[in-house]
């Protein structure tokens, strides 16, 4: 698993550590372990020219003291570029002794020098250390003139972190290096895994310095090799209402396919049994497509219910689907809630008339969660304001529903109701992923793992990763409909059990 800590406890454990140390000792350990990365790069890569950005204090410090090591470690065409009042001293010193020329650059100039903008418009490679974890967000002057003089057939190495980008991972910012590397030094931190910052960290390379941490982390990722533990695998003596049953509210006349693609991707999943409640139509194309479903209530486990019901004045074009809900709503049965069923939840919960008492997952996408927000706060949020703010968004509407709360994006959040455990977040589907239907096979593998005994967070972390991996898995490189998606469970949940 993957663990991003919190900046302040970052900084608290890196001084630990550095007291018990040589001066210098904890850079040149960051500085070897960043040399050794971009080295790779470079000559994986069959790079010419490598420019080398420092900027003022230890993430300046390790980019010189990096190139240096890389200048005197090959036949590498290596410049460095100081965009800062004060270099580190250290770093500076090391730099020249390598017999590398540091052209330095006032960072408050808005116009790079002639001979800055040709080495930068020729590089190659490009190494980021203008600013770590205690700049701001956001570039100006030469720093920002530098970020937009690279050009986009360069691979760009960030330093700990994209110069300009939230070390904290809370915004996304306007003016800041894109990367497509980040060696991260010593420990995660939020600024790689919140979907606000991930856009512009690329790739995550994380390089051992030395520091232990003790704190808890902020955010967490699961990664395959966290699957199997966690997974629900069947034992010898299981029939299929121990593996799990789950019932599915889904589909209508206007979207009968919701139904089928939550019901085959809850099966691909490995449930015990689903039972489907919904239109006739619908309930054909189920049956047609998965003979293994069974209509009609009965004995469940947990219930999924929304995907592919529109809501209009609190009404669906299904009567029997509101009460349903209701039901499922009034139940002890853990949820899966998700499109029109949203909306409900929201307004019953403001009007007081109806709460969530189950182990419950919402699974909103932004335009649903704010939606959601509106109705329960009161106040207008908008789609854009969730995107800008996803894990601050998600929070909220976990505490005001007491729900886990599963935010679908390019990165998906995963928001508990109590503020002290980590929030999680997944990013492994391809773009590719966005299309229709995709939610509604997300929704059937998160209520099949519920019905089998995972708590929320777990079944929509869990369900996160498998249906993105899926989605990789279904056509790599290419793109995929939702049918291939729930197809592609079962195949990508073996692999990963190592079957």
Request: negative net charge.
């Amino acid at each position: 698993m993957l663990r991003a800590y919190a900046v302040p406890d970052v900084r608290a454990a890196e001084d630990a550590v550095r007291a018990g140390l040589a001066d210098g000792e904890l850079m040149r350990r960051a500085a070897h372990g960043l040399a050794e990365v971009v080295a790779a790069r470079h000559d994986a890569r069959g790079s010419g020219r490598l420019v080398v950005l420092a900027g003022p204090g230890d993430n300046g410090g390790d980019a010189l003291h990096a190139a240096a090591l890389l200048a005197g470690g090959g036949d590498r065409d290596v410049h460095v570029v100081g965009i800062a009042g004060q270099l580190h001293a250290g770093g500076l010193e090391a730099a020249r002794a390598a017999g590398l020329t540091v052209h330095d650059v006032a960072p408050d100039t808005a116009e790079l020098p002639t001979t800055v903008q040709q080495l930068l418009s020729t590089a190659d490679l490009v190494v980021d250390g203008l600013l770590g974890i205690g700049g701001r967000p956001g570039l100006r002057g030469a720093m920002r003139a530098a970020a937009e003089a690279v050009p986009g057939t360069a691979y760009v190495v960030a330093v700990d972190l994209p110069s300009g980008a939230d070390p904290d991972g809370g915004a996304a910012a306007e003016h800041c290096v894109v990367a497509d590397e980040t060696v991260a030094l010593g420990m995660l931190k939020p600024v790689h895994l919140l979907p606000p910052t991930a856009a512009v960290v690329g790739a995550v390379t994380l390089v051992d310095i030395g520091v232990t941490m003790r704190a808890t982390p902020v955010v967490e990722r699961l990664e395959a090799a966290d699957v199997a533990e966690r997974w629900p695998v069947p034992g010898a003596g299981d029939d299929k209402y121990r593996r799990g049953v789950l019932g599915v509210i889904a589909g209508s006349a206007e979207y009968p396919g919701a139904a089928v693609l939550c019901t085959t991707a809850a099966l691909e999943t490995g449930v015990g049994m689903v039972r489907y409640l919904g239109p006739g139509r619908a309930e054909d194309l189920v049956l047609a497509a998965c003979p293994e479903v069974v209509p009609g209530e009965g004995r469940i486990q947990a219930m999924v219910m929304g995907p592919g019901v529109p809501l209009r004045d609190g009404e669906t074009s299904d009567r029997r689907q509101v009460q349903w809900f209701r039901q499922a709503l009034a139940s002890d049965t853990p949820l899966v809630v998700d499109a029109g069923a949203l909306q409900l939840l929201a307004h019953w919960q403001r009007t007081g008339h109806l709460r969530c008492e189950a182990p419950t997952l919402l699974t909103p996408h932004a335009g649903e969660l704010a939606t959601m927000l509106t109705e329960l706060g009161g106040r207008p949020v908008d789609r854009e304001q969730v995107e800008a703010e996803p894990v601050r968004h998600a929070r909220r509407a976990a505490r005001a529903t007491g729900a886990s709360v599963l935010l679908k994006g390019a990165t998906t959040v995963v928001a508990d109701p109590d503020p002290g455990v980590p929030v999680r977040t997944q990013a492994d589907a391809p773009p590719w992923l966005a299309t229709a239907g995709a939610g509604d096979v997300l929704a059937g593998i998160c209520g099949a793992l519920l019905a089998a005994g995972l708590p929320p967070r777990e079944a929509g972390s869990v369900g996160a990763l498998v249906h993105g991996l899926a989605a990789a898995h279904a056509n790599p490189g290419g793109p995929v409909r939702a049918t291939s998606v729930a197809g592609a469970v079962a195949p990508v949940v073996a692999r990963l059990l190592g079957g």
